[in-house]
């Protein structure tokens, strides 16, 4: 039979006019799509060797590349995609699982775009954040169950509080590893936290020394493989993570190829250069809840109870017991991470279809914990595909305490969503560690506009906040009537634990 | 006598693609038109810009405007001097005869031949005419800073 030939997924268009020759595009693109014939001075481009990262596009002087999708070429019809036909025919070539990088792209609902928010007309007053005082700031740990107030001259606590995070904005930046991502992406993160006030996270790719100056603002992450983990690495973060689950892949555990743990990587994950470091799907000192709380008071021991140890864990059908279970086993935040939620590789298959949205998985958890009485025990962050303020307002008046962002603030950094960060051939310099493109990201200009970002969004979640006549981020959490559903049926509703829209308080 | 600002290369975020070459080049055609400097305009401008590469690593060198700089000794003509108010380093073309001493003396190598109208030495002039060298201003990953003698040594003692 004829070989199988790949539909370009995207044209690569020249405007010949305005091509100066530059050669630009030709020694950027790591793909390798353009070429620069001197005996004929002309720029060829191959369209089908574009991921459509777009980063010819944004460096042409001249405004002479235009990155275009390309029309499918075979027959589709509404059952048989062309992306499903290709990747038949990709498989069928290749015997292998197929993989992809970022968060699910399948068409499931979308509830947050199906959530609208209330404000205040006549009789309630809004508030104008900009003249009056407005209070975003977030604490993540166990809350107690009643404080008691020393009675004598000065008040003073009685209570003894559990640890806290202190955050100026109810936004983190989600678990994405050295290894995963370039030291310098690593680098515009942990630095954009620690100036603003937030916390960012080392994933389970342990911290290495240069991000050490931001450690204090660091969640270190405990996963299955447990690498990078000892002594020094639990004491420097602010506050610890149990790995169990990822959004993007749930039930799946990590696979970093040798070919992406140089020298750097291996001395930071502590595991031999060029080997593959693979974490295994289940932690397997962990097979119940039981065993979990072992390990949470193992690491509560090991940092003298000062700071918070929660655990992460991938959004499935049964979130809501499962996270009662892990508050029960002593964790002082948990971690819910939705169907949306990105990755740096996993099977296409897995990613596409495992896990529930986290809209829905935000509304029963907190549900079922406060059902329980133990809502206080816990804060819960939500993670997965969060794209604006108003989605983080959403999740917050759904009841999560403060969202992880990992692709939003990839996108600030240069990501264009193109999918390919499996391949470690990033040509944006975040998703790999090949040091001809680690160093396109400057991590001054990273953390400046990863700081741009958590400033406008938290801007822009004051003005939300003011519209509804709330004066502080506390008084949202979980206030489920400032949300109303459009266009969802009445589980959706129940799910929820919204009104639809039109009906009144 | 005020001292020059100098451009700061930092290797480490330099990616290669030579937008600097290209925007250097733009900046001294006499169009100051990107597309017509590169499509109408002959002889093309000789860009200030020295780049050097190696597998990864990868800068762009310019003149340093060097406090002791031998190239104002080498020069047979006067062609090149040290402009008084800025401290900077200048190149005549009128004055300059082609014997392309300066460009044997630079320790740099940072002085170019240019073969255009006719044989002159050609170098950077930290973009005079414009509020910022060219070169500085479109680095798309700022590995191409400008600094005063303050902000050299902060960075120096920082490196």
Redesign the interface.
Known sequence: MAKAKYRPEFIVQRDDEKCIRCQVCVRMCSNDVHTYYPETDTVISESSRCVGCHFCEDLCPTGAITICRSEPQIKENYHWSGTEVYNIIKQADSGGVLLTGMGCDRPYKDYFGHMVLNASQVTNPSIDPLREPMELKTFIGGKPEVVVIKKSSEPELATQIPPQLELETPIMFSAMSYGSISLNACKSLAKAACDFGTCWNTGEGGLHRDLLPYAHRAIVQVASGRFGVNKEYLDAGCAIEIKIGQGAKPGIGGHLPGEKVPEEVSRTRMIPEGTDALSPAPHHDIYSIEDLKQLIFALKEATRYEKPVGVKIAAVHNVAPIASGIVRAGADFVVIDGIRGGTGAAPTVIRNNVGIPIELAIAVVDRRLREEGIRNRASIIAAGGFRSSADVVKAIALGADAVYIGTAALIALGCHLCQKCYTGKCNWGIATQDPYLTKRLNPEIGARRAYNLLRAWSLEIKEMLGGMGINAIESLRGNREQLRGVGLNEVELELLGIKHAGEAW | MRKPKRIIIRE????????C???CITQHSKSKD??KA??GEEPRPVSGIYFEEK??VSFALQCRHCDDAPCLEACITGAMYRDEGTGMVLHDREKCVGCWMCIMACPYGVIKPDFGERKVASKCDLCIEAEFPACVE?C????IILVDEEGERIYKEAV
């Open positions: 480490e975020y330099c990616m290669g693609c030579r937008l070459e290209v925007y990107i597309i590169y499509r597998g990864s479109h798309p990953n700022e590995a």
